[in-house]
Each structure stands twice: as structure tokens, then as C-alpha cells.
T-cell receptor, first 112, second 113 residues
Framework: TQLLEQSPQFLSIQEGENLTVYCNSS?????LQWYRQEPGEGPVLLVTVVTGGEVKKLKRLTFQFGDARKDSSLHITAAQPGDTGLYLC????????????FGKGTHLIIQP | EPEVTQTPSHQVTQMGQEVILRCVPISNHLYFYWYRQILGQKVEFLVSFYNNEISEKSEIFDDQFSVERPDGSNFTLKIRSTKLEDSAMYFC???????????FGQGTRLTVV
């Protein structure tokens, strides 16, 4: 069973600060996705990374896939209260229609 | 923007009853999935469906569960005899191909009493 470990589990910072959250595994993945989930709602896709070493930017969010395709990070610059939420990583082992394996997520709170 | 829609948003049922959760995937998508999330826990894969048959299923997806695509637009999850531990958020997702990102619906909160 593949496991995705996300850290930290909880993070509370002040508006304007920078932060990085991590998603790690001992398994190699064909792709990795980052989602954001609000309470009582479904995960909303933020980005997919596929190539080892790949970096993708989405406004103030920077996503990186590790060279060995076992880990990923999400960096937020100048965090805003609207960034508050649960950030989930999910990985695909490459088996075609296999389901995604999700991490437990990082609960992020940005205080004004 | 196209989205996955799920109905109902909340279902309360008595233990032992059958429930059917409904989903309308994004229209040009070919792969469909069901996931569940027990309160406070991580999202777990249940089953994937392609070309009118199950492609992959997890250990959670036992004989009490079944999926169906009864027509060209709906995708359903049936739980035959619900148990208390089936209480969870159930998410439907779809993707255009097997190797592309999945888009999730808003979920159905199932409460078994």
C-alpha cells in the first residue's frame, strides 16, 4: 500500500508570510496532484505535476515535483486569509484507471 | 465551466437499508470514480469505471457495493445494506482519460442511523 505523508499536519501563520508544505512517499509516482478542500465540499484540483524536477506556478503558489518523483512541495508566497483551507496531495502510481492515493492533508490557517 | 454534480447532497438512512448515490460526470469524460471520506480521515478510493465495467476497486469496495451507468449521463453507487460505518462523505469524480487529473463533485454526506 502506497502512503503519502503530508507535513506539517497543521500550520497557522500571519498574513503576508511565506510557507512551504510537503508531500513525501517511499514510492515512485507517475504523477502527483494537489487539491484544496473546504469543509463539507469536494477536493478542487490545483495542479498536476508529472515530470521529475517539474516546477509549476499558479499565481502565488509554486508546486515542485521531486527529481525521483517520490515527493512534492507547495510553496505559498505572501499568504492571504483566502488561502486558508485543507491542502491535499494525491498520487497516481500509473496503473491507468487506478484510483488516487491521498495524503491526510495540511490544515492551513492564515490569520489577518 | 463543466462540473461533476452529485445528488442528494445529504442522505440519512436506517441501518440495513439500501441507498443509491447519484452522479453526473463531466460530459466528455470517460473514466469515473467513487471515493469516500470518513469524518476527519483522508479521502479513500473505492472504485473506478470505464467502458461500462469496473476497472479497479479497493478493499473497501466489497459485495455490499455496486456501481452502474444506467444511461448516457448518470453514474451511481449502490450500497445494498448500509452499516453504521458506511457513514461518510462520498465523492464522485471523472477524468477525460486514465492518465489525466480527476475532477470531483461536491459530495453526498451519507448518515446511517
Amino acid at each position: 500500500t502506497q502512503l503519502l505523508e503530508q507535513s506539517p499536519q497543521f500550520l497557522s501563520i500571519q498574513e503576508g508570510e511565506n510557507l512551504t508544505v510537503y508531500c513525501n512517499s517511499s514510492s515512485v509516482f507517475s504523477s502527483l496532484q494537489w487539491y484544496r478542500q473546504e469543509p463539507g465540499e469536494g477536493p478542487v484540483l490545483l495542479v498536476t505535476v508529472v515530470t521529475g524536477g517539474e516546477v509549476k506556478k499558479l499565481k502565488r503558489l509554486t508546486f515542485q515535483f521531486g527529481d525521483a518523483r517520490k515527493d512534492s512541495s507547495l510553496h505559498i508566497t505572501a499568504a492571504q486569509p483566502g488561502d486558508t483551507g485543507l491542502y491535499l496531495c494525491a498520487a497516481d502510481s500509473g496503473g491507468g484507471a487506478d484510483g488516487l492515493t491521498f495524503g491526510k492533508g495540511t490544515h492551513l490557517i492564515i490569520q489577518p | 465551466e463543466p462540473e461533476v454534480t452529485q445528488t442528494p447532497s445529504h442522505q440519512v438512512t436506517q441501518m440495513g437499508q439500501e441507498v443509491i448515490l447519484r452522479c453526473v460526470p463531466i460530459s466528455n469524460h470517460l473514466y469515473f470514480y467513487w471515493y469516500r471520506q470518513i469524518l476527519g480521515q483522508k479521502v479513500e478510493f473505492l472504485v473506478s469505471f470505464y467502458n461500462n465495467e469496473i476497472s479497479e476497486k479497493s478493499e473497501i469496495f466489497d459485495d455490499q457495493f455496486s456501481v452502474e451507468r444506467p444511461d448516457g449521463s448518470n453514474f451511481t453507487l449502490k450500497i445494498r445494506s448500509t452499516k453504521l460505518e458506511d457513514s461518510a462523505m462520498y465523492f464522485c469524480a471523472s477524468s477525460p482519460t486514465a492518465y489525466t487529473e480527476a475532477f470531483f463533485g461536491q459530495g453526498t454526506r451519507l448518515t446511517v442511523v
